[in-house]
């Protein structure tokens, strides 16, 4: 695989700098192209093979390139299977799909949708939370992220990814259940939920009394992987339904068997939500995500008009059920369990060598290190983050972030992952840190 088969990189970044949207980033100093995926690696125009230990931002579930996906693909190809026809007519794809992800639901969900993204399946959701309660509020919480659409991105709770045009005239900010950081100054054995509290009183002082929805991720992903204890939704989904409104749990980072339980974590956290929403890993970074609904709440939108012009095509379908075929066969959910318990001992122990690391948590294969500059005042250390990632990027190893301050490193590898390749992951991480504590 040699440079001269594709463009260099400088010619990339010069077009991008000229003609894309300002908005659109590049991890790492010296950023690279890759061109080639398989399992849990992926190689760049020079040859250079990294782990993918982020998964294609969390997309990556039963690894690069599955060859039962592969295969999947070229038989609807051979066949000459239509690549779009959407709902206005019958398809087989999408109802084997909707049947697999009916088994995975959580208790009362038996109604489906399918859109292109995260951002669309949030958008549905508050729109049906909306109509079926007859209330507009949705109460959100502050460091969360539901999509770059109009509705989600007005629940954003990242000051980074607001625009001064997004209308936020329907939504409201609860406090964050962030442990490391909580906001009422308490600590595990002094807590009291406080965070899960809090949800009441947004509602009693920031709306009528009413809402339409509350919208809450189980681990929060762009937020830096935080993850509230099963305690904390337990409250709030009684707070929530106490005054009328609906729950959304928002899946797309956390679903597809990533955090070590089950398929979806709402169901392993017994959170009573109304609404399910997924993407990302559903697909395996097919441009695909998915709502689950009560019926209840679907019926309500009867008689009115919703349409998703690609929502459902057939190929999409199908690599989300294949996807779903492979967790369950291959037993990676449990593999992701196993896995991330593996990481995050190994992250522990590393934590007594280097003060950098402030905290360590997240679920199964959603895991964060927040890196501070001192342990006792927690000063966001990210201009540190990004020359850690730039350290494991440069030994082979790829790695995402997120925090509001940009100063948590994600990991988030296909949850097909092997045990050596997890070995090797802690190794460069212990080298990284190694390195940056020389400066």
Request: neutral net charge; contains cysteine.
């Amino acid at each position: 695989m040699g440079q001269n088969k594709f463009r260099s990189n400088d010619e990339l970044i010069a077009f991008r700098k000229k003609h894309f949207l300002p908005t659109a980033g590049l991890y790492h100093k010296e950023p690279i192209q890759i061109v080639k995926a398989e399992g849990e690696y992926v190689w760049d125009s020079n040859g250079v093979r990294y782990l993918d230990a982020i998964g294609g931002i969390i997309c990556i579930s039963a690894g690069h390139n599955h060859p039962k996906i592969k295969d999947g693909i070229k038989n609807l190809l051979e066949k000459n299977m239509i690549q779009h026809t959407s709902t206005l007519y019958l398809n087989e794809q999408i109802i084997d799909a909707a049947e697999a992800l009916l088994e995975e639901a959580p208790e009362g969900l038996d109604r489906v949708a399918f859109t292109n993204s995260g951002s669309e399946a949030n958008e549905l959701a508050f729109m049906a939370a909306r109509h079926a309660t007859g209330e507009t509020m949705i109460v959100n919480l502050r460091h969360s992220y539901h999509g770059g659409t109009s509705a989600a991105l007005a629940s954003c709770g990242h000051g980074t990814w607001r625009f001064r045009a997004q209308p936020v005239a329907n939504t409201t900010s609860a406090m964050e259940p962030y442990c490391y950081r909580c906001p009422f100054g308490k600590v595990p054995t002094s807590c009291e939920f406080e965070c899960a509290k809090n949800v009441e009183t947004t509602i009693q002082t920031s709306t009528h009394g009413k809402i339409a929805a509350f919208v809450a991720e189980p681990v929060m992903g762009v937020g830096g992987f935080i993850a509230p204890k099963k305690e904390y939704f337990d409250l709030v989904a009684k707070i929530v339904h106490n005054y009328g409104g609906k729950y959304i749990s928002d899946e797309v980072q956390t679903g597809a068997g990533r955090c070590g339980q089950d398929f979806l974590l709402t169901k392993s956290l017994e959170i009573k939500a109304d609404v399910v929403t997924m993407a990302k890993g559903f697909g395996n970074g097919a441009a695909i995500g998915a709502v689950l609904m009560k019926t209840e709440v679907a019926e309500k939108m009867a008689g009115k008009s919703y349409f998703n012009t690609f929502g459902g095509d057939p190929y999409q379908t199908l690599q989300a059920k294949l996807t779903m075929d492979i967790i369950k066969e291959d037993k990676l959910v449990e593999n992701a369990k196993n896995m991330g318990k593996l990481i995050t001992d190994g992250l522990t122990q590393m934590m007594k060598k280097y003060p950098i690391m402030g905290d360590v948590r997240g679920r199964g294969l959603l895991l964060g290190i927040e890196l501070v500059k001192d342990q006792k005042t927690k000063t966001h250390a990210s201009d540190e983050t990004a020359r850690f990632m730039d350290i494991c990027k440069d030994k082979g190893l790829l790695l995402g972030k997120g925090g509001l301050m940009g100063n948590v490193v994600r990991i988030a590898p296909p949850i097909s992952i092997k045990k050596d390749q997890v070995h090797s992951m802690l190794e460069i991480m212990d080298q990284a840190f190694a390195e940056l504590a020389k400066g």
